[in-house]
T-cell receptor, first 118, second 111 residues
């Protein structure tokens, strides 16, 4: 079956440019998460969507980062005026949360987008 | 600052040997998950433990959650090259599905 897909798989951009990263979650999954993984670091939570509820943006590192989820499915993470410290792998995950997501839910991860800011 | 500290950071062993990876925190978690991540892929869930003192076995992998729910360990018996990967632990609280990840342990098993 189809898993979580992300595009592009690799993105090289110049400092100061805007980038958009896309995530297609597993069909029917109501919860969607964005994480960032820097070299030698674990996954850093960025933002979370659950159904039609307001997203939890508490992990976004600055106002240059934003994300939206259209129609409860596809999500786009946008980074404006990219900086070299934004270079990382950006991972998206989804889970089937029938009501309120729990930490014991299984999160299914996509392969990630490797972002390099020159 | 990592709430979850994993050790060692890197482990290289020969096929057939045993290994243990540790995940420690000063915080109490309601659940603890272990993931394995291979190059170019996202993490894949191996196990979830929720009860202090719980031990779960998955073939050659044994997972333990500390009595105080602050630490966990992953033990692999008779490691195989297919066990090579980055092992990540992630702690969950009582809130929604938010997880705190450790930095990971890179395991390399050579034939």
């Amino acid at each position: 079956g189809a898993g979580v897909s992300q595009s592009p798989s690799n993105k090289v951009t110049e400092k100061g440019k805007d980038v958009e990263l896309r995530c297609d979650p597993i069909s029917g999954h109501t919860a969607l998460y964005w994480y960032r993984q820097s070299l030698g670091q674990g996954l850093e939570f960025l933002i979370y969507f659950q159904g039609n509820s307001a997203p939890d943006k508490s992990g976004l590192p600055s106002d240059r980062f934003s994300a939206e989820r259209t129609g409860g499915s596809v999500s786009t993470l946008t980074i404006q005026r990219t900086q070299q410290e934004d270079s990382a792998v950006y991972l998206c995950a989804s889970s089937l949360a029938l009501r309120r997501p729990r930490s014991t839910d299984t999160q299914y991860f996509g392969p990630g987008t490797r972002l390099t800011v020159l | 600052t990592q709430l979850l500290e994993q050790s060692p950071q890197f482990l290289s062993i020969q096929e057939g040997e045993n290994l243990t990876v540790y995940c420690n925190s000063s915080s109490v978690f309601s659940s603890l998950q272990w993931y394995r991540q291979e190059p170019g892929e996202g993490p894949v869930l191996l196990v979830t433990v929720v009860t202090g003192g719980e031990v779960k076995k998955l073939k050659r992998l044994t997972f333990q959650f500390g009595d105080a729910r602050k630490d966990s360990s992953l033990h692999i018996t008779a490691a195989q090259p297919g066990d090579t990967g980055l092992y990540l632990c992630a702690g969950g609280g009582d809130s929604w599905g938010k997880l705190q990840f450790g930095a990971g342990t890179q395991v390399v098993v050579t034939p």
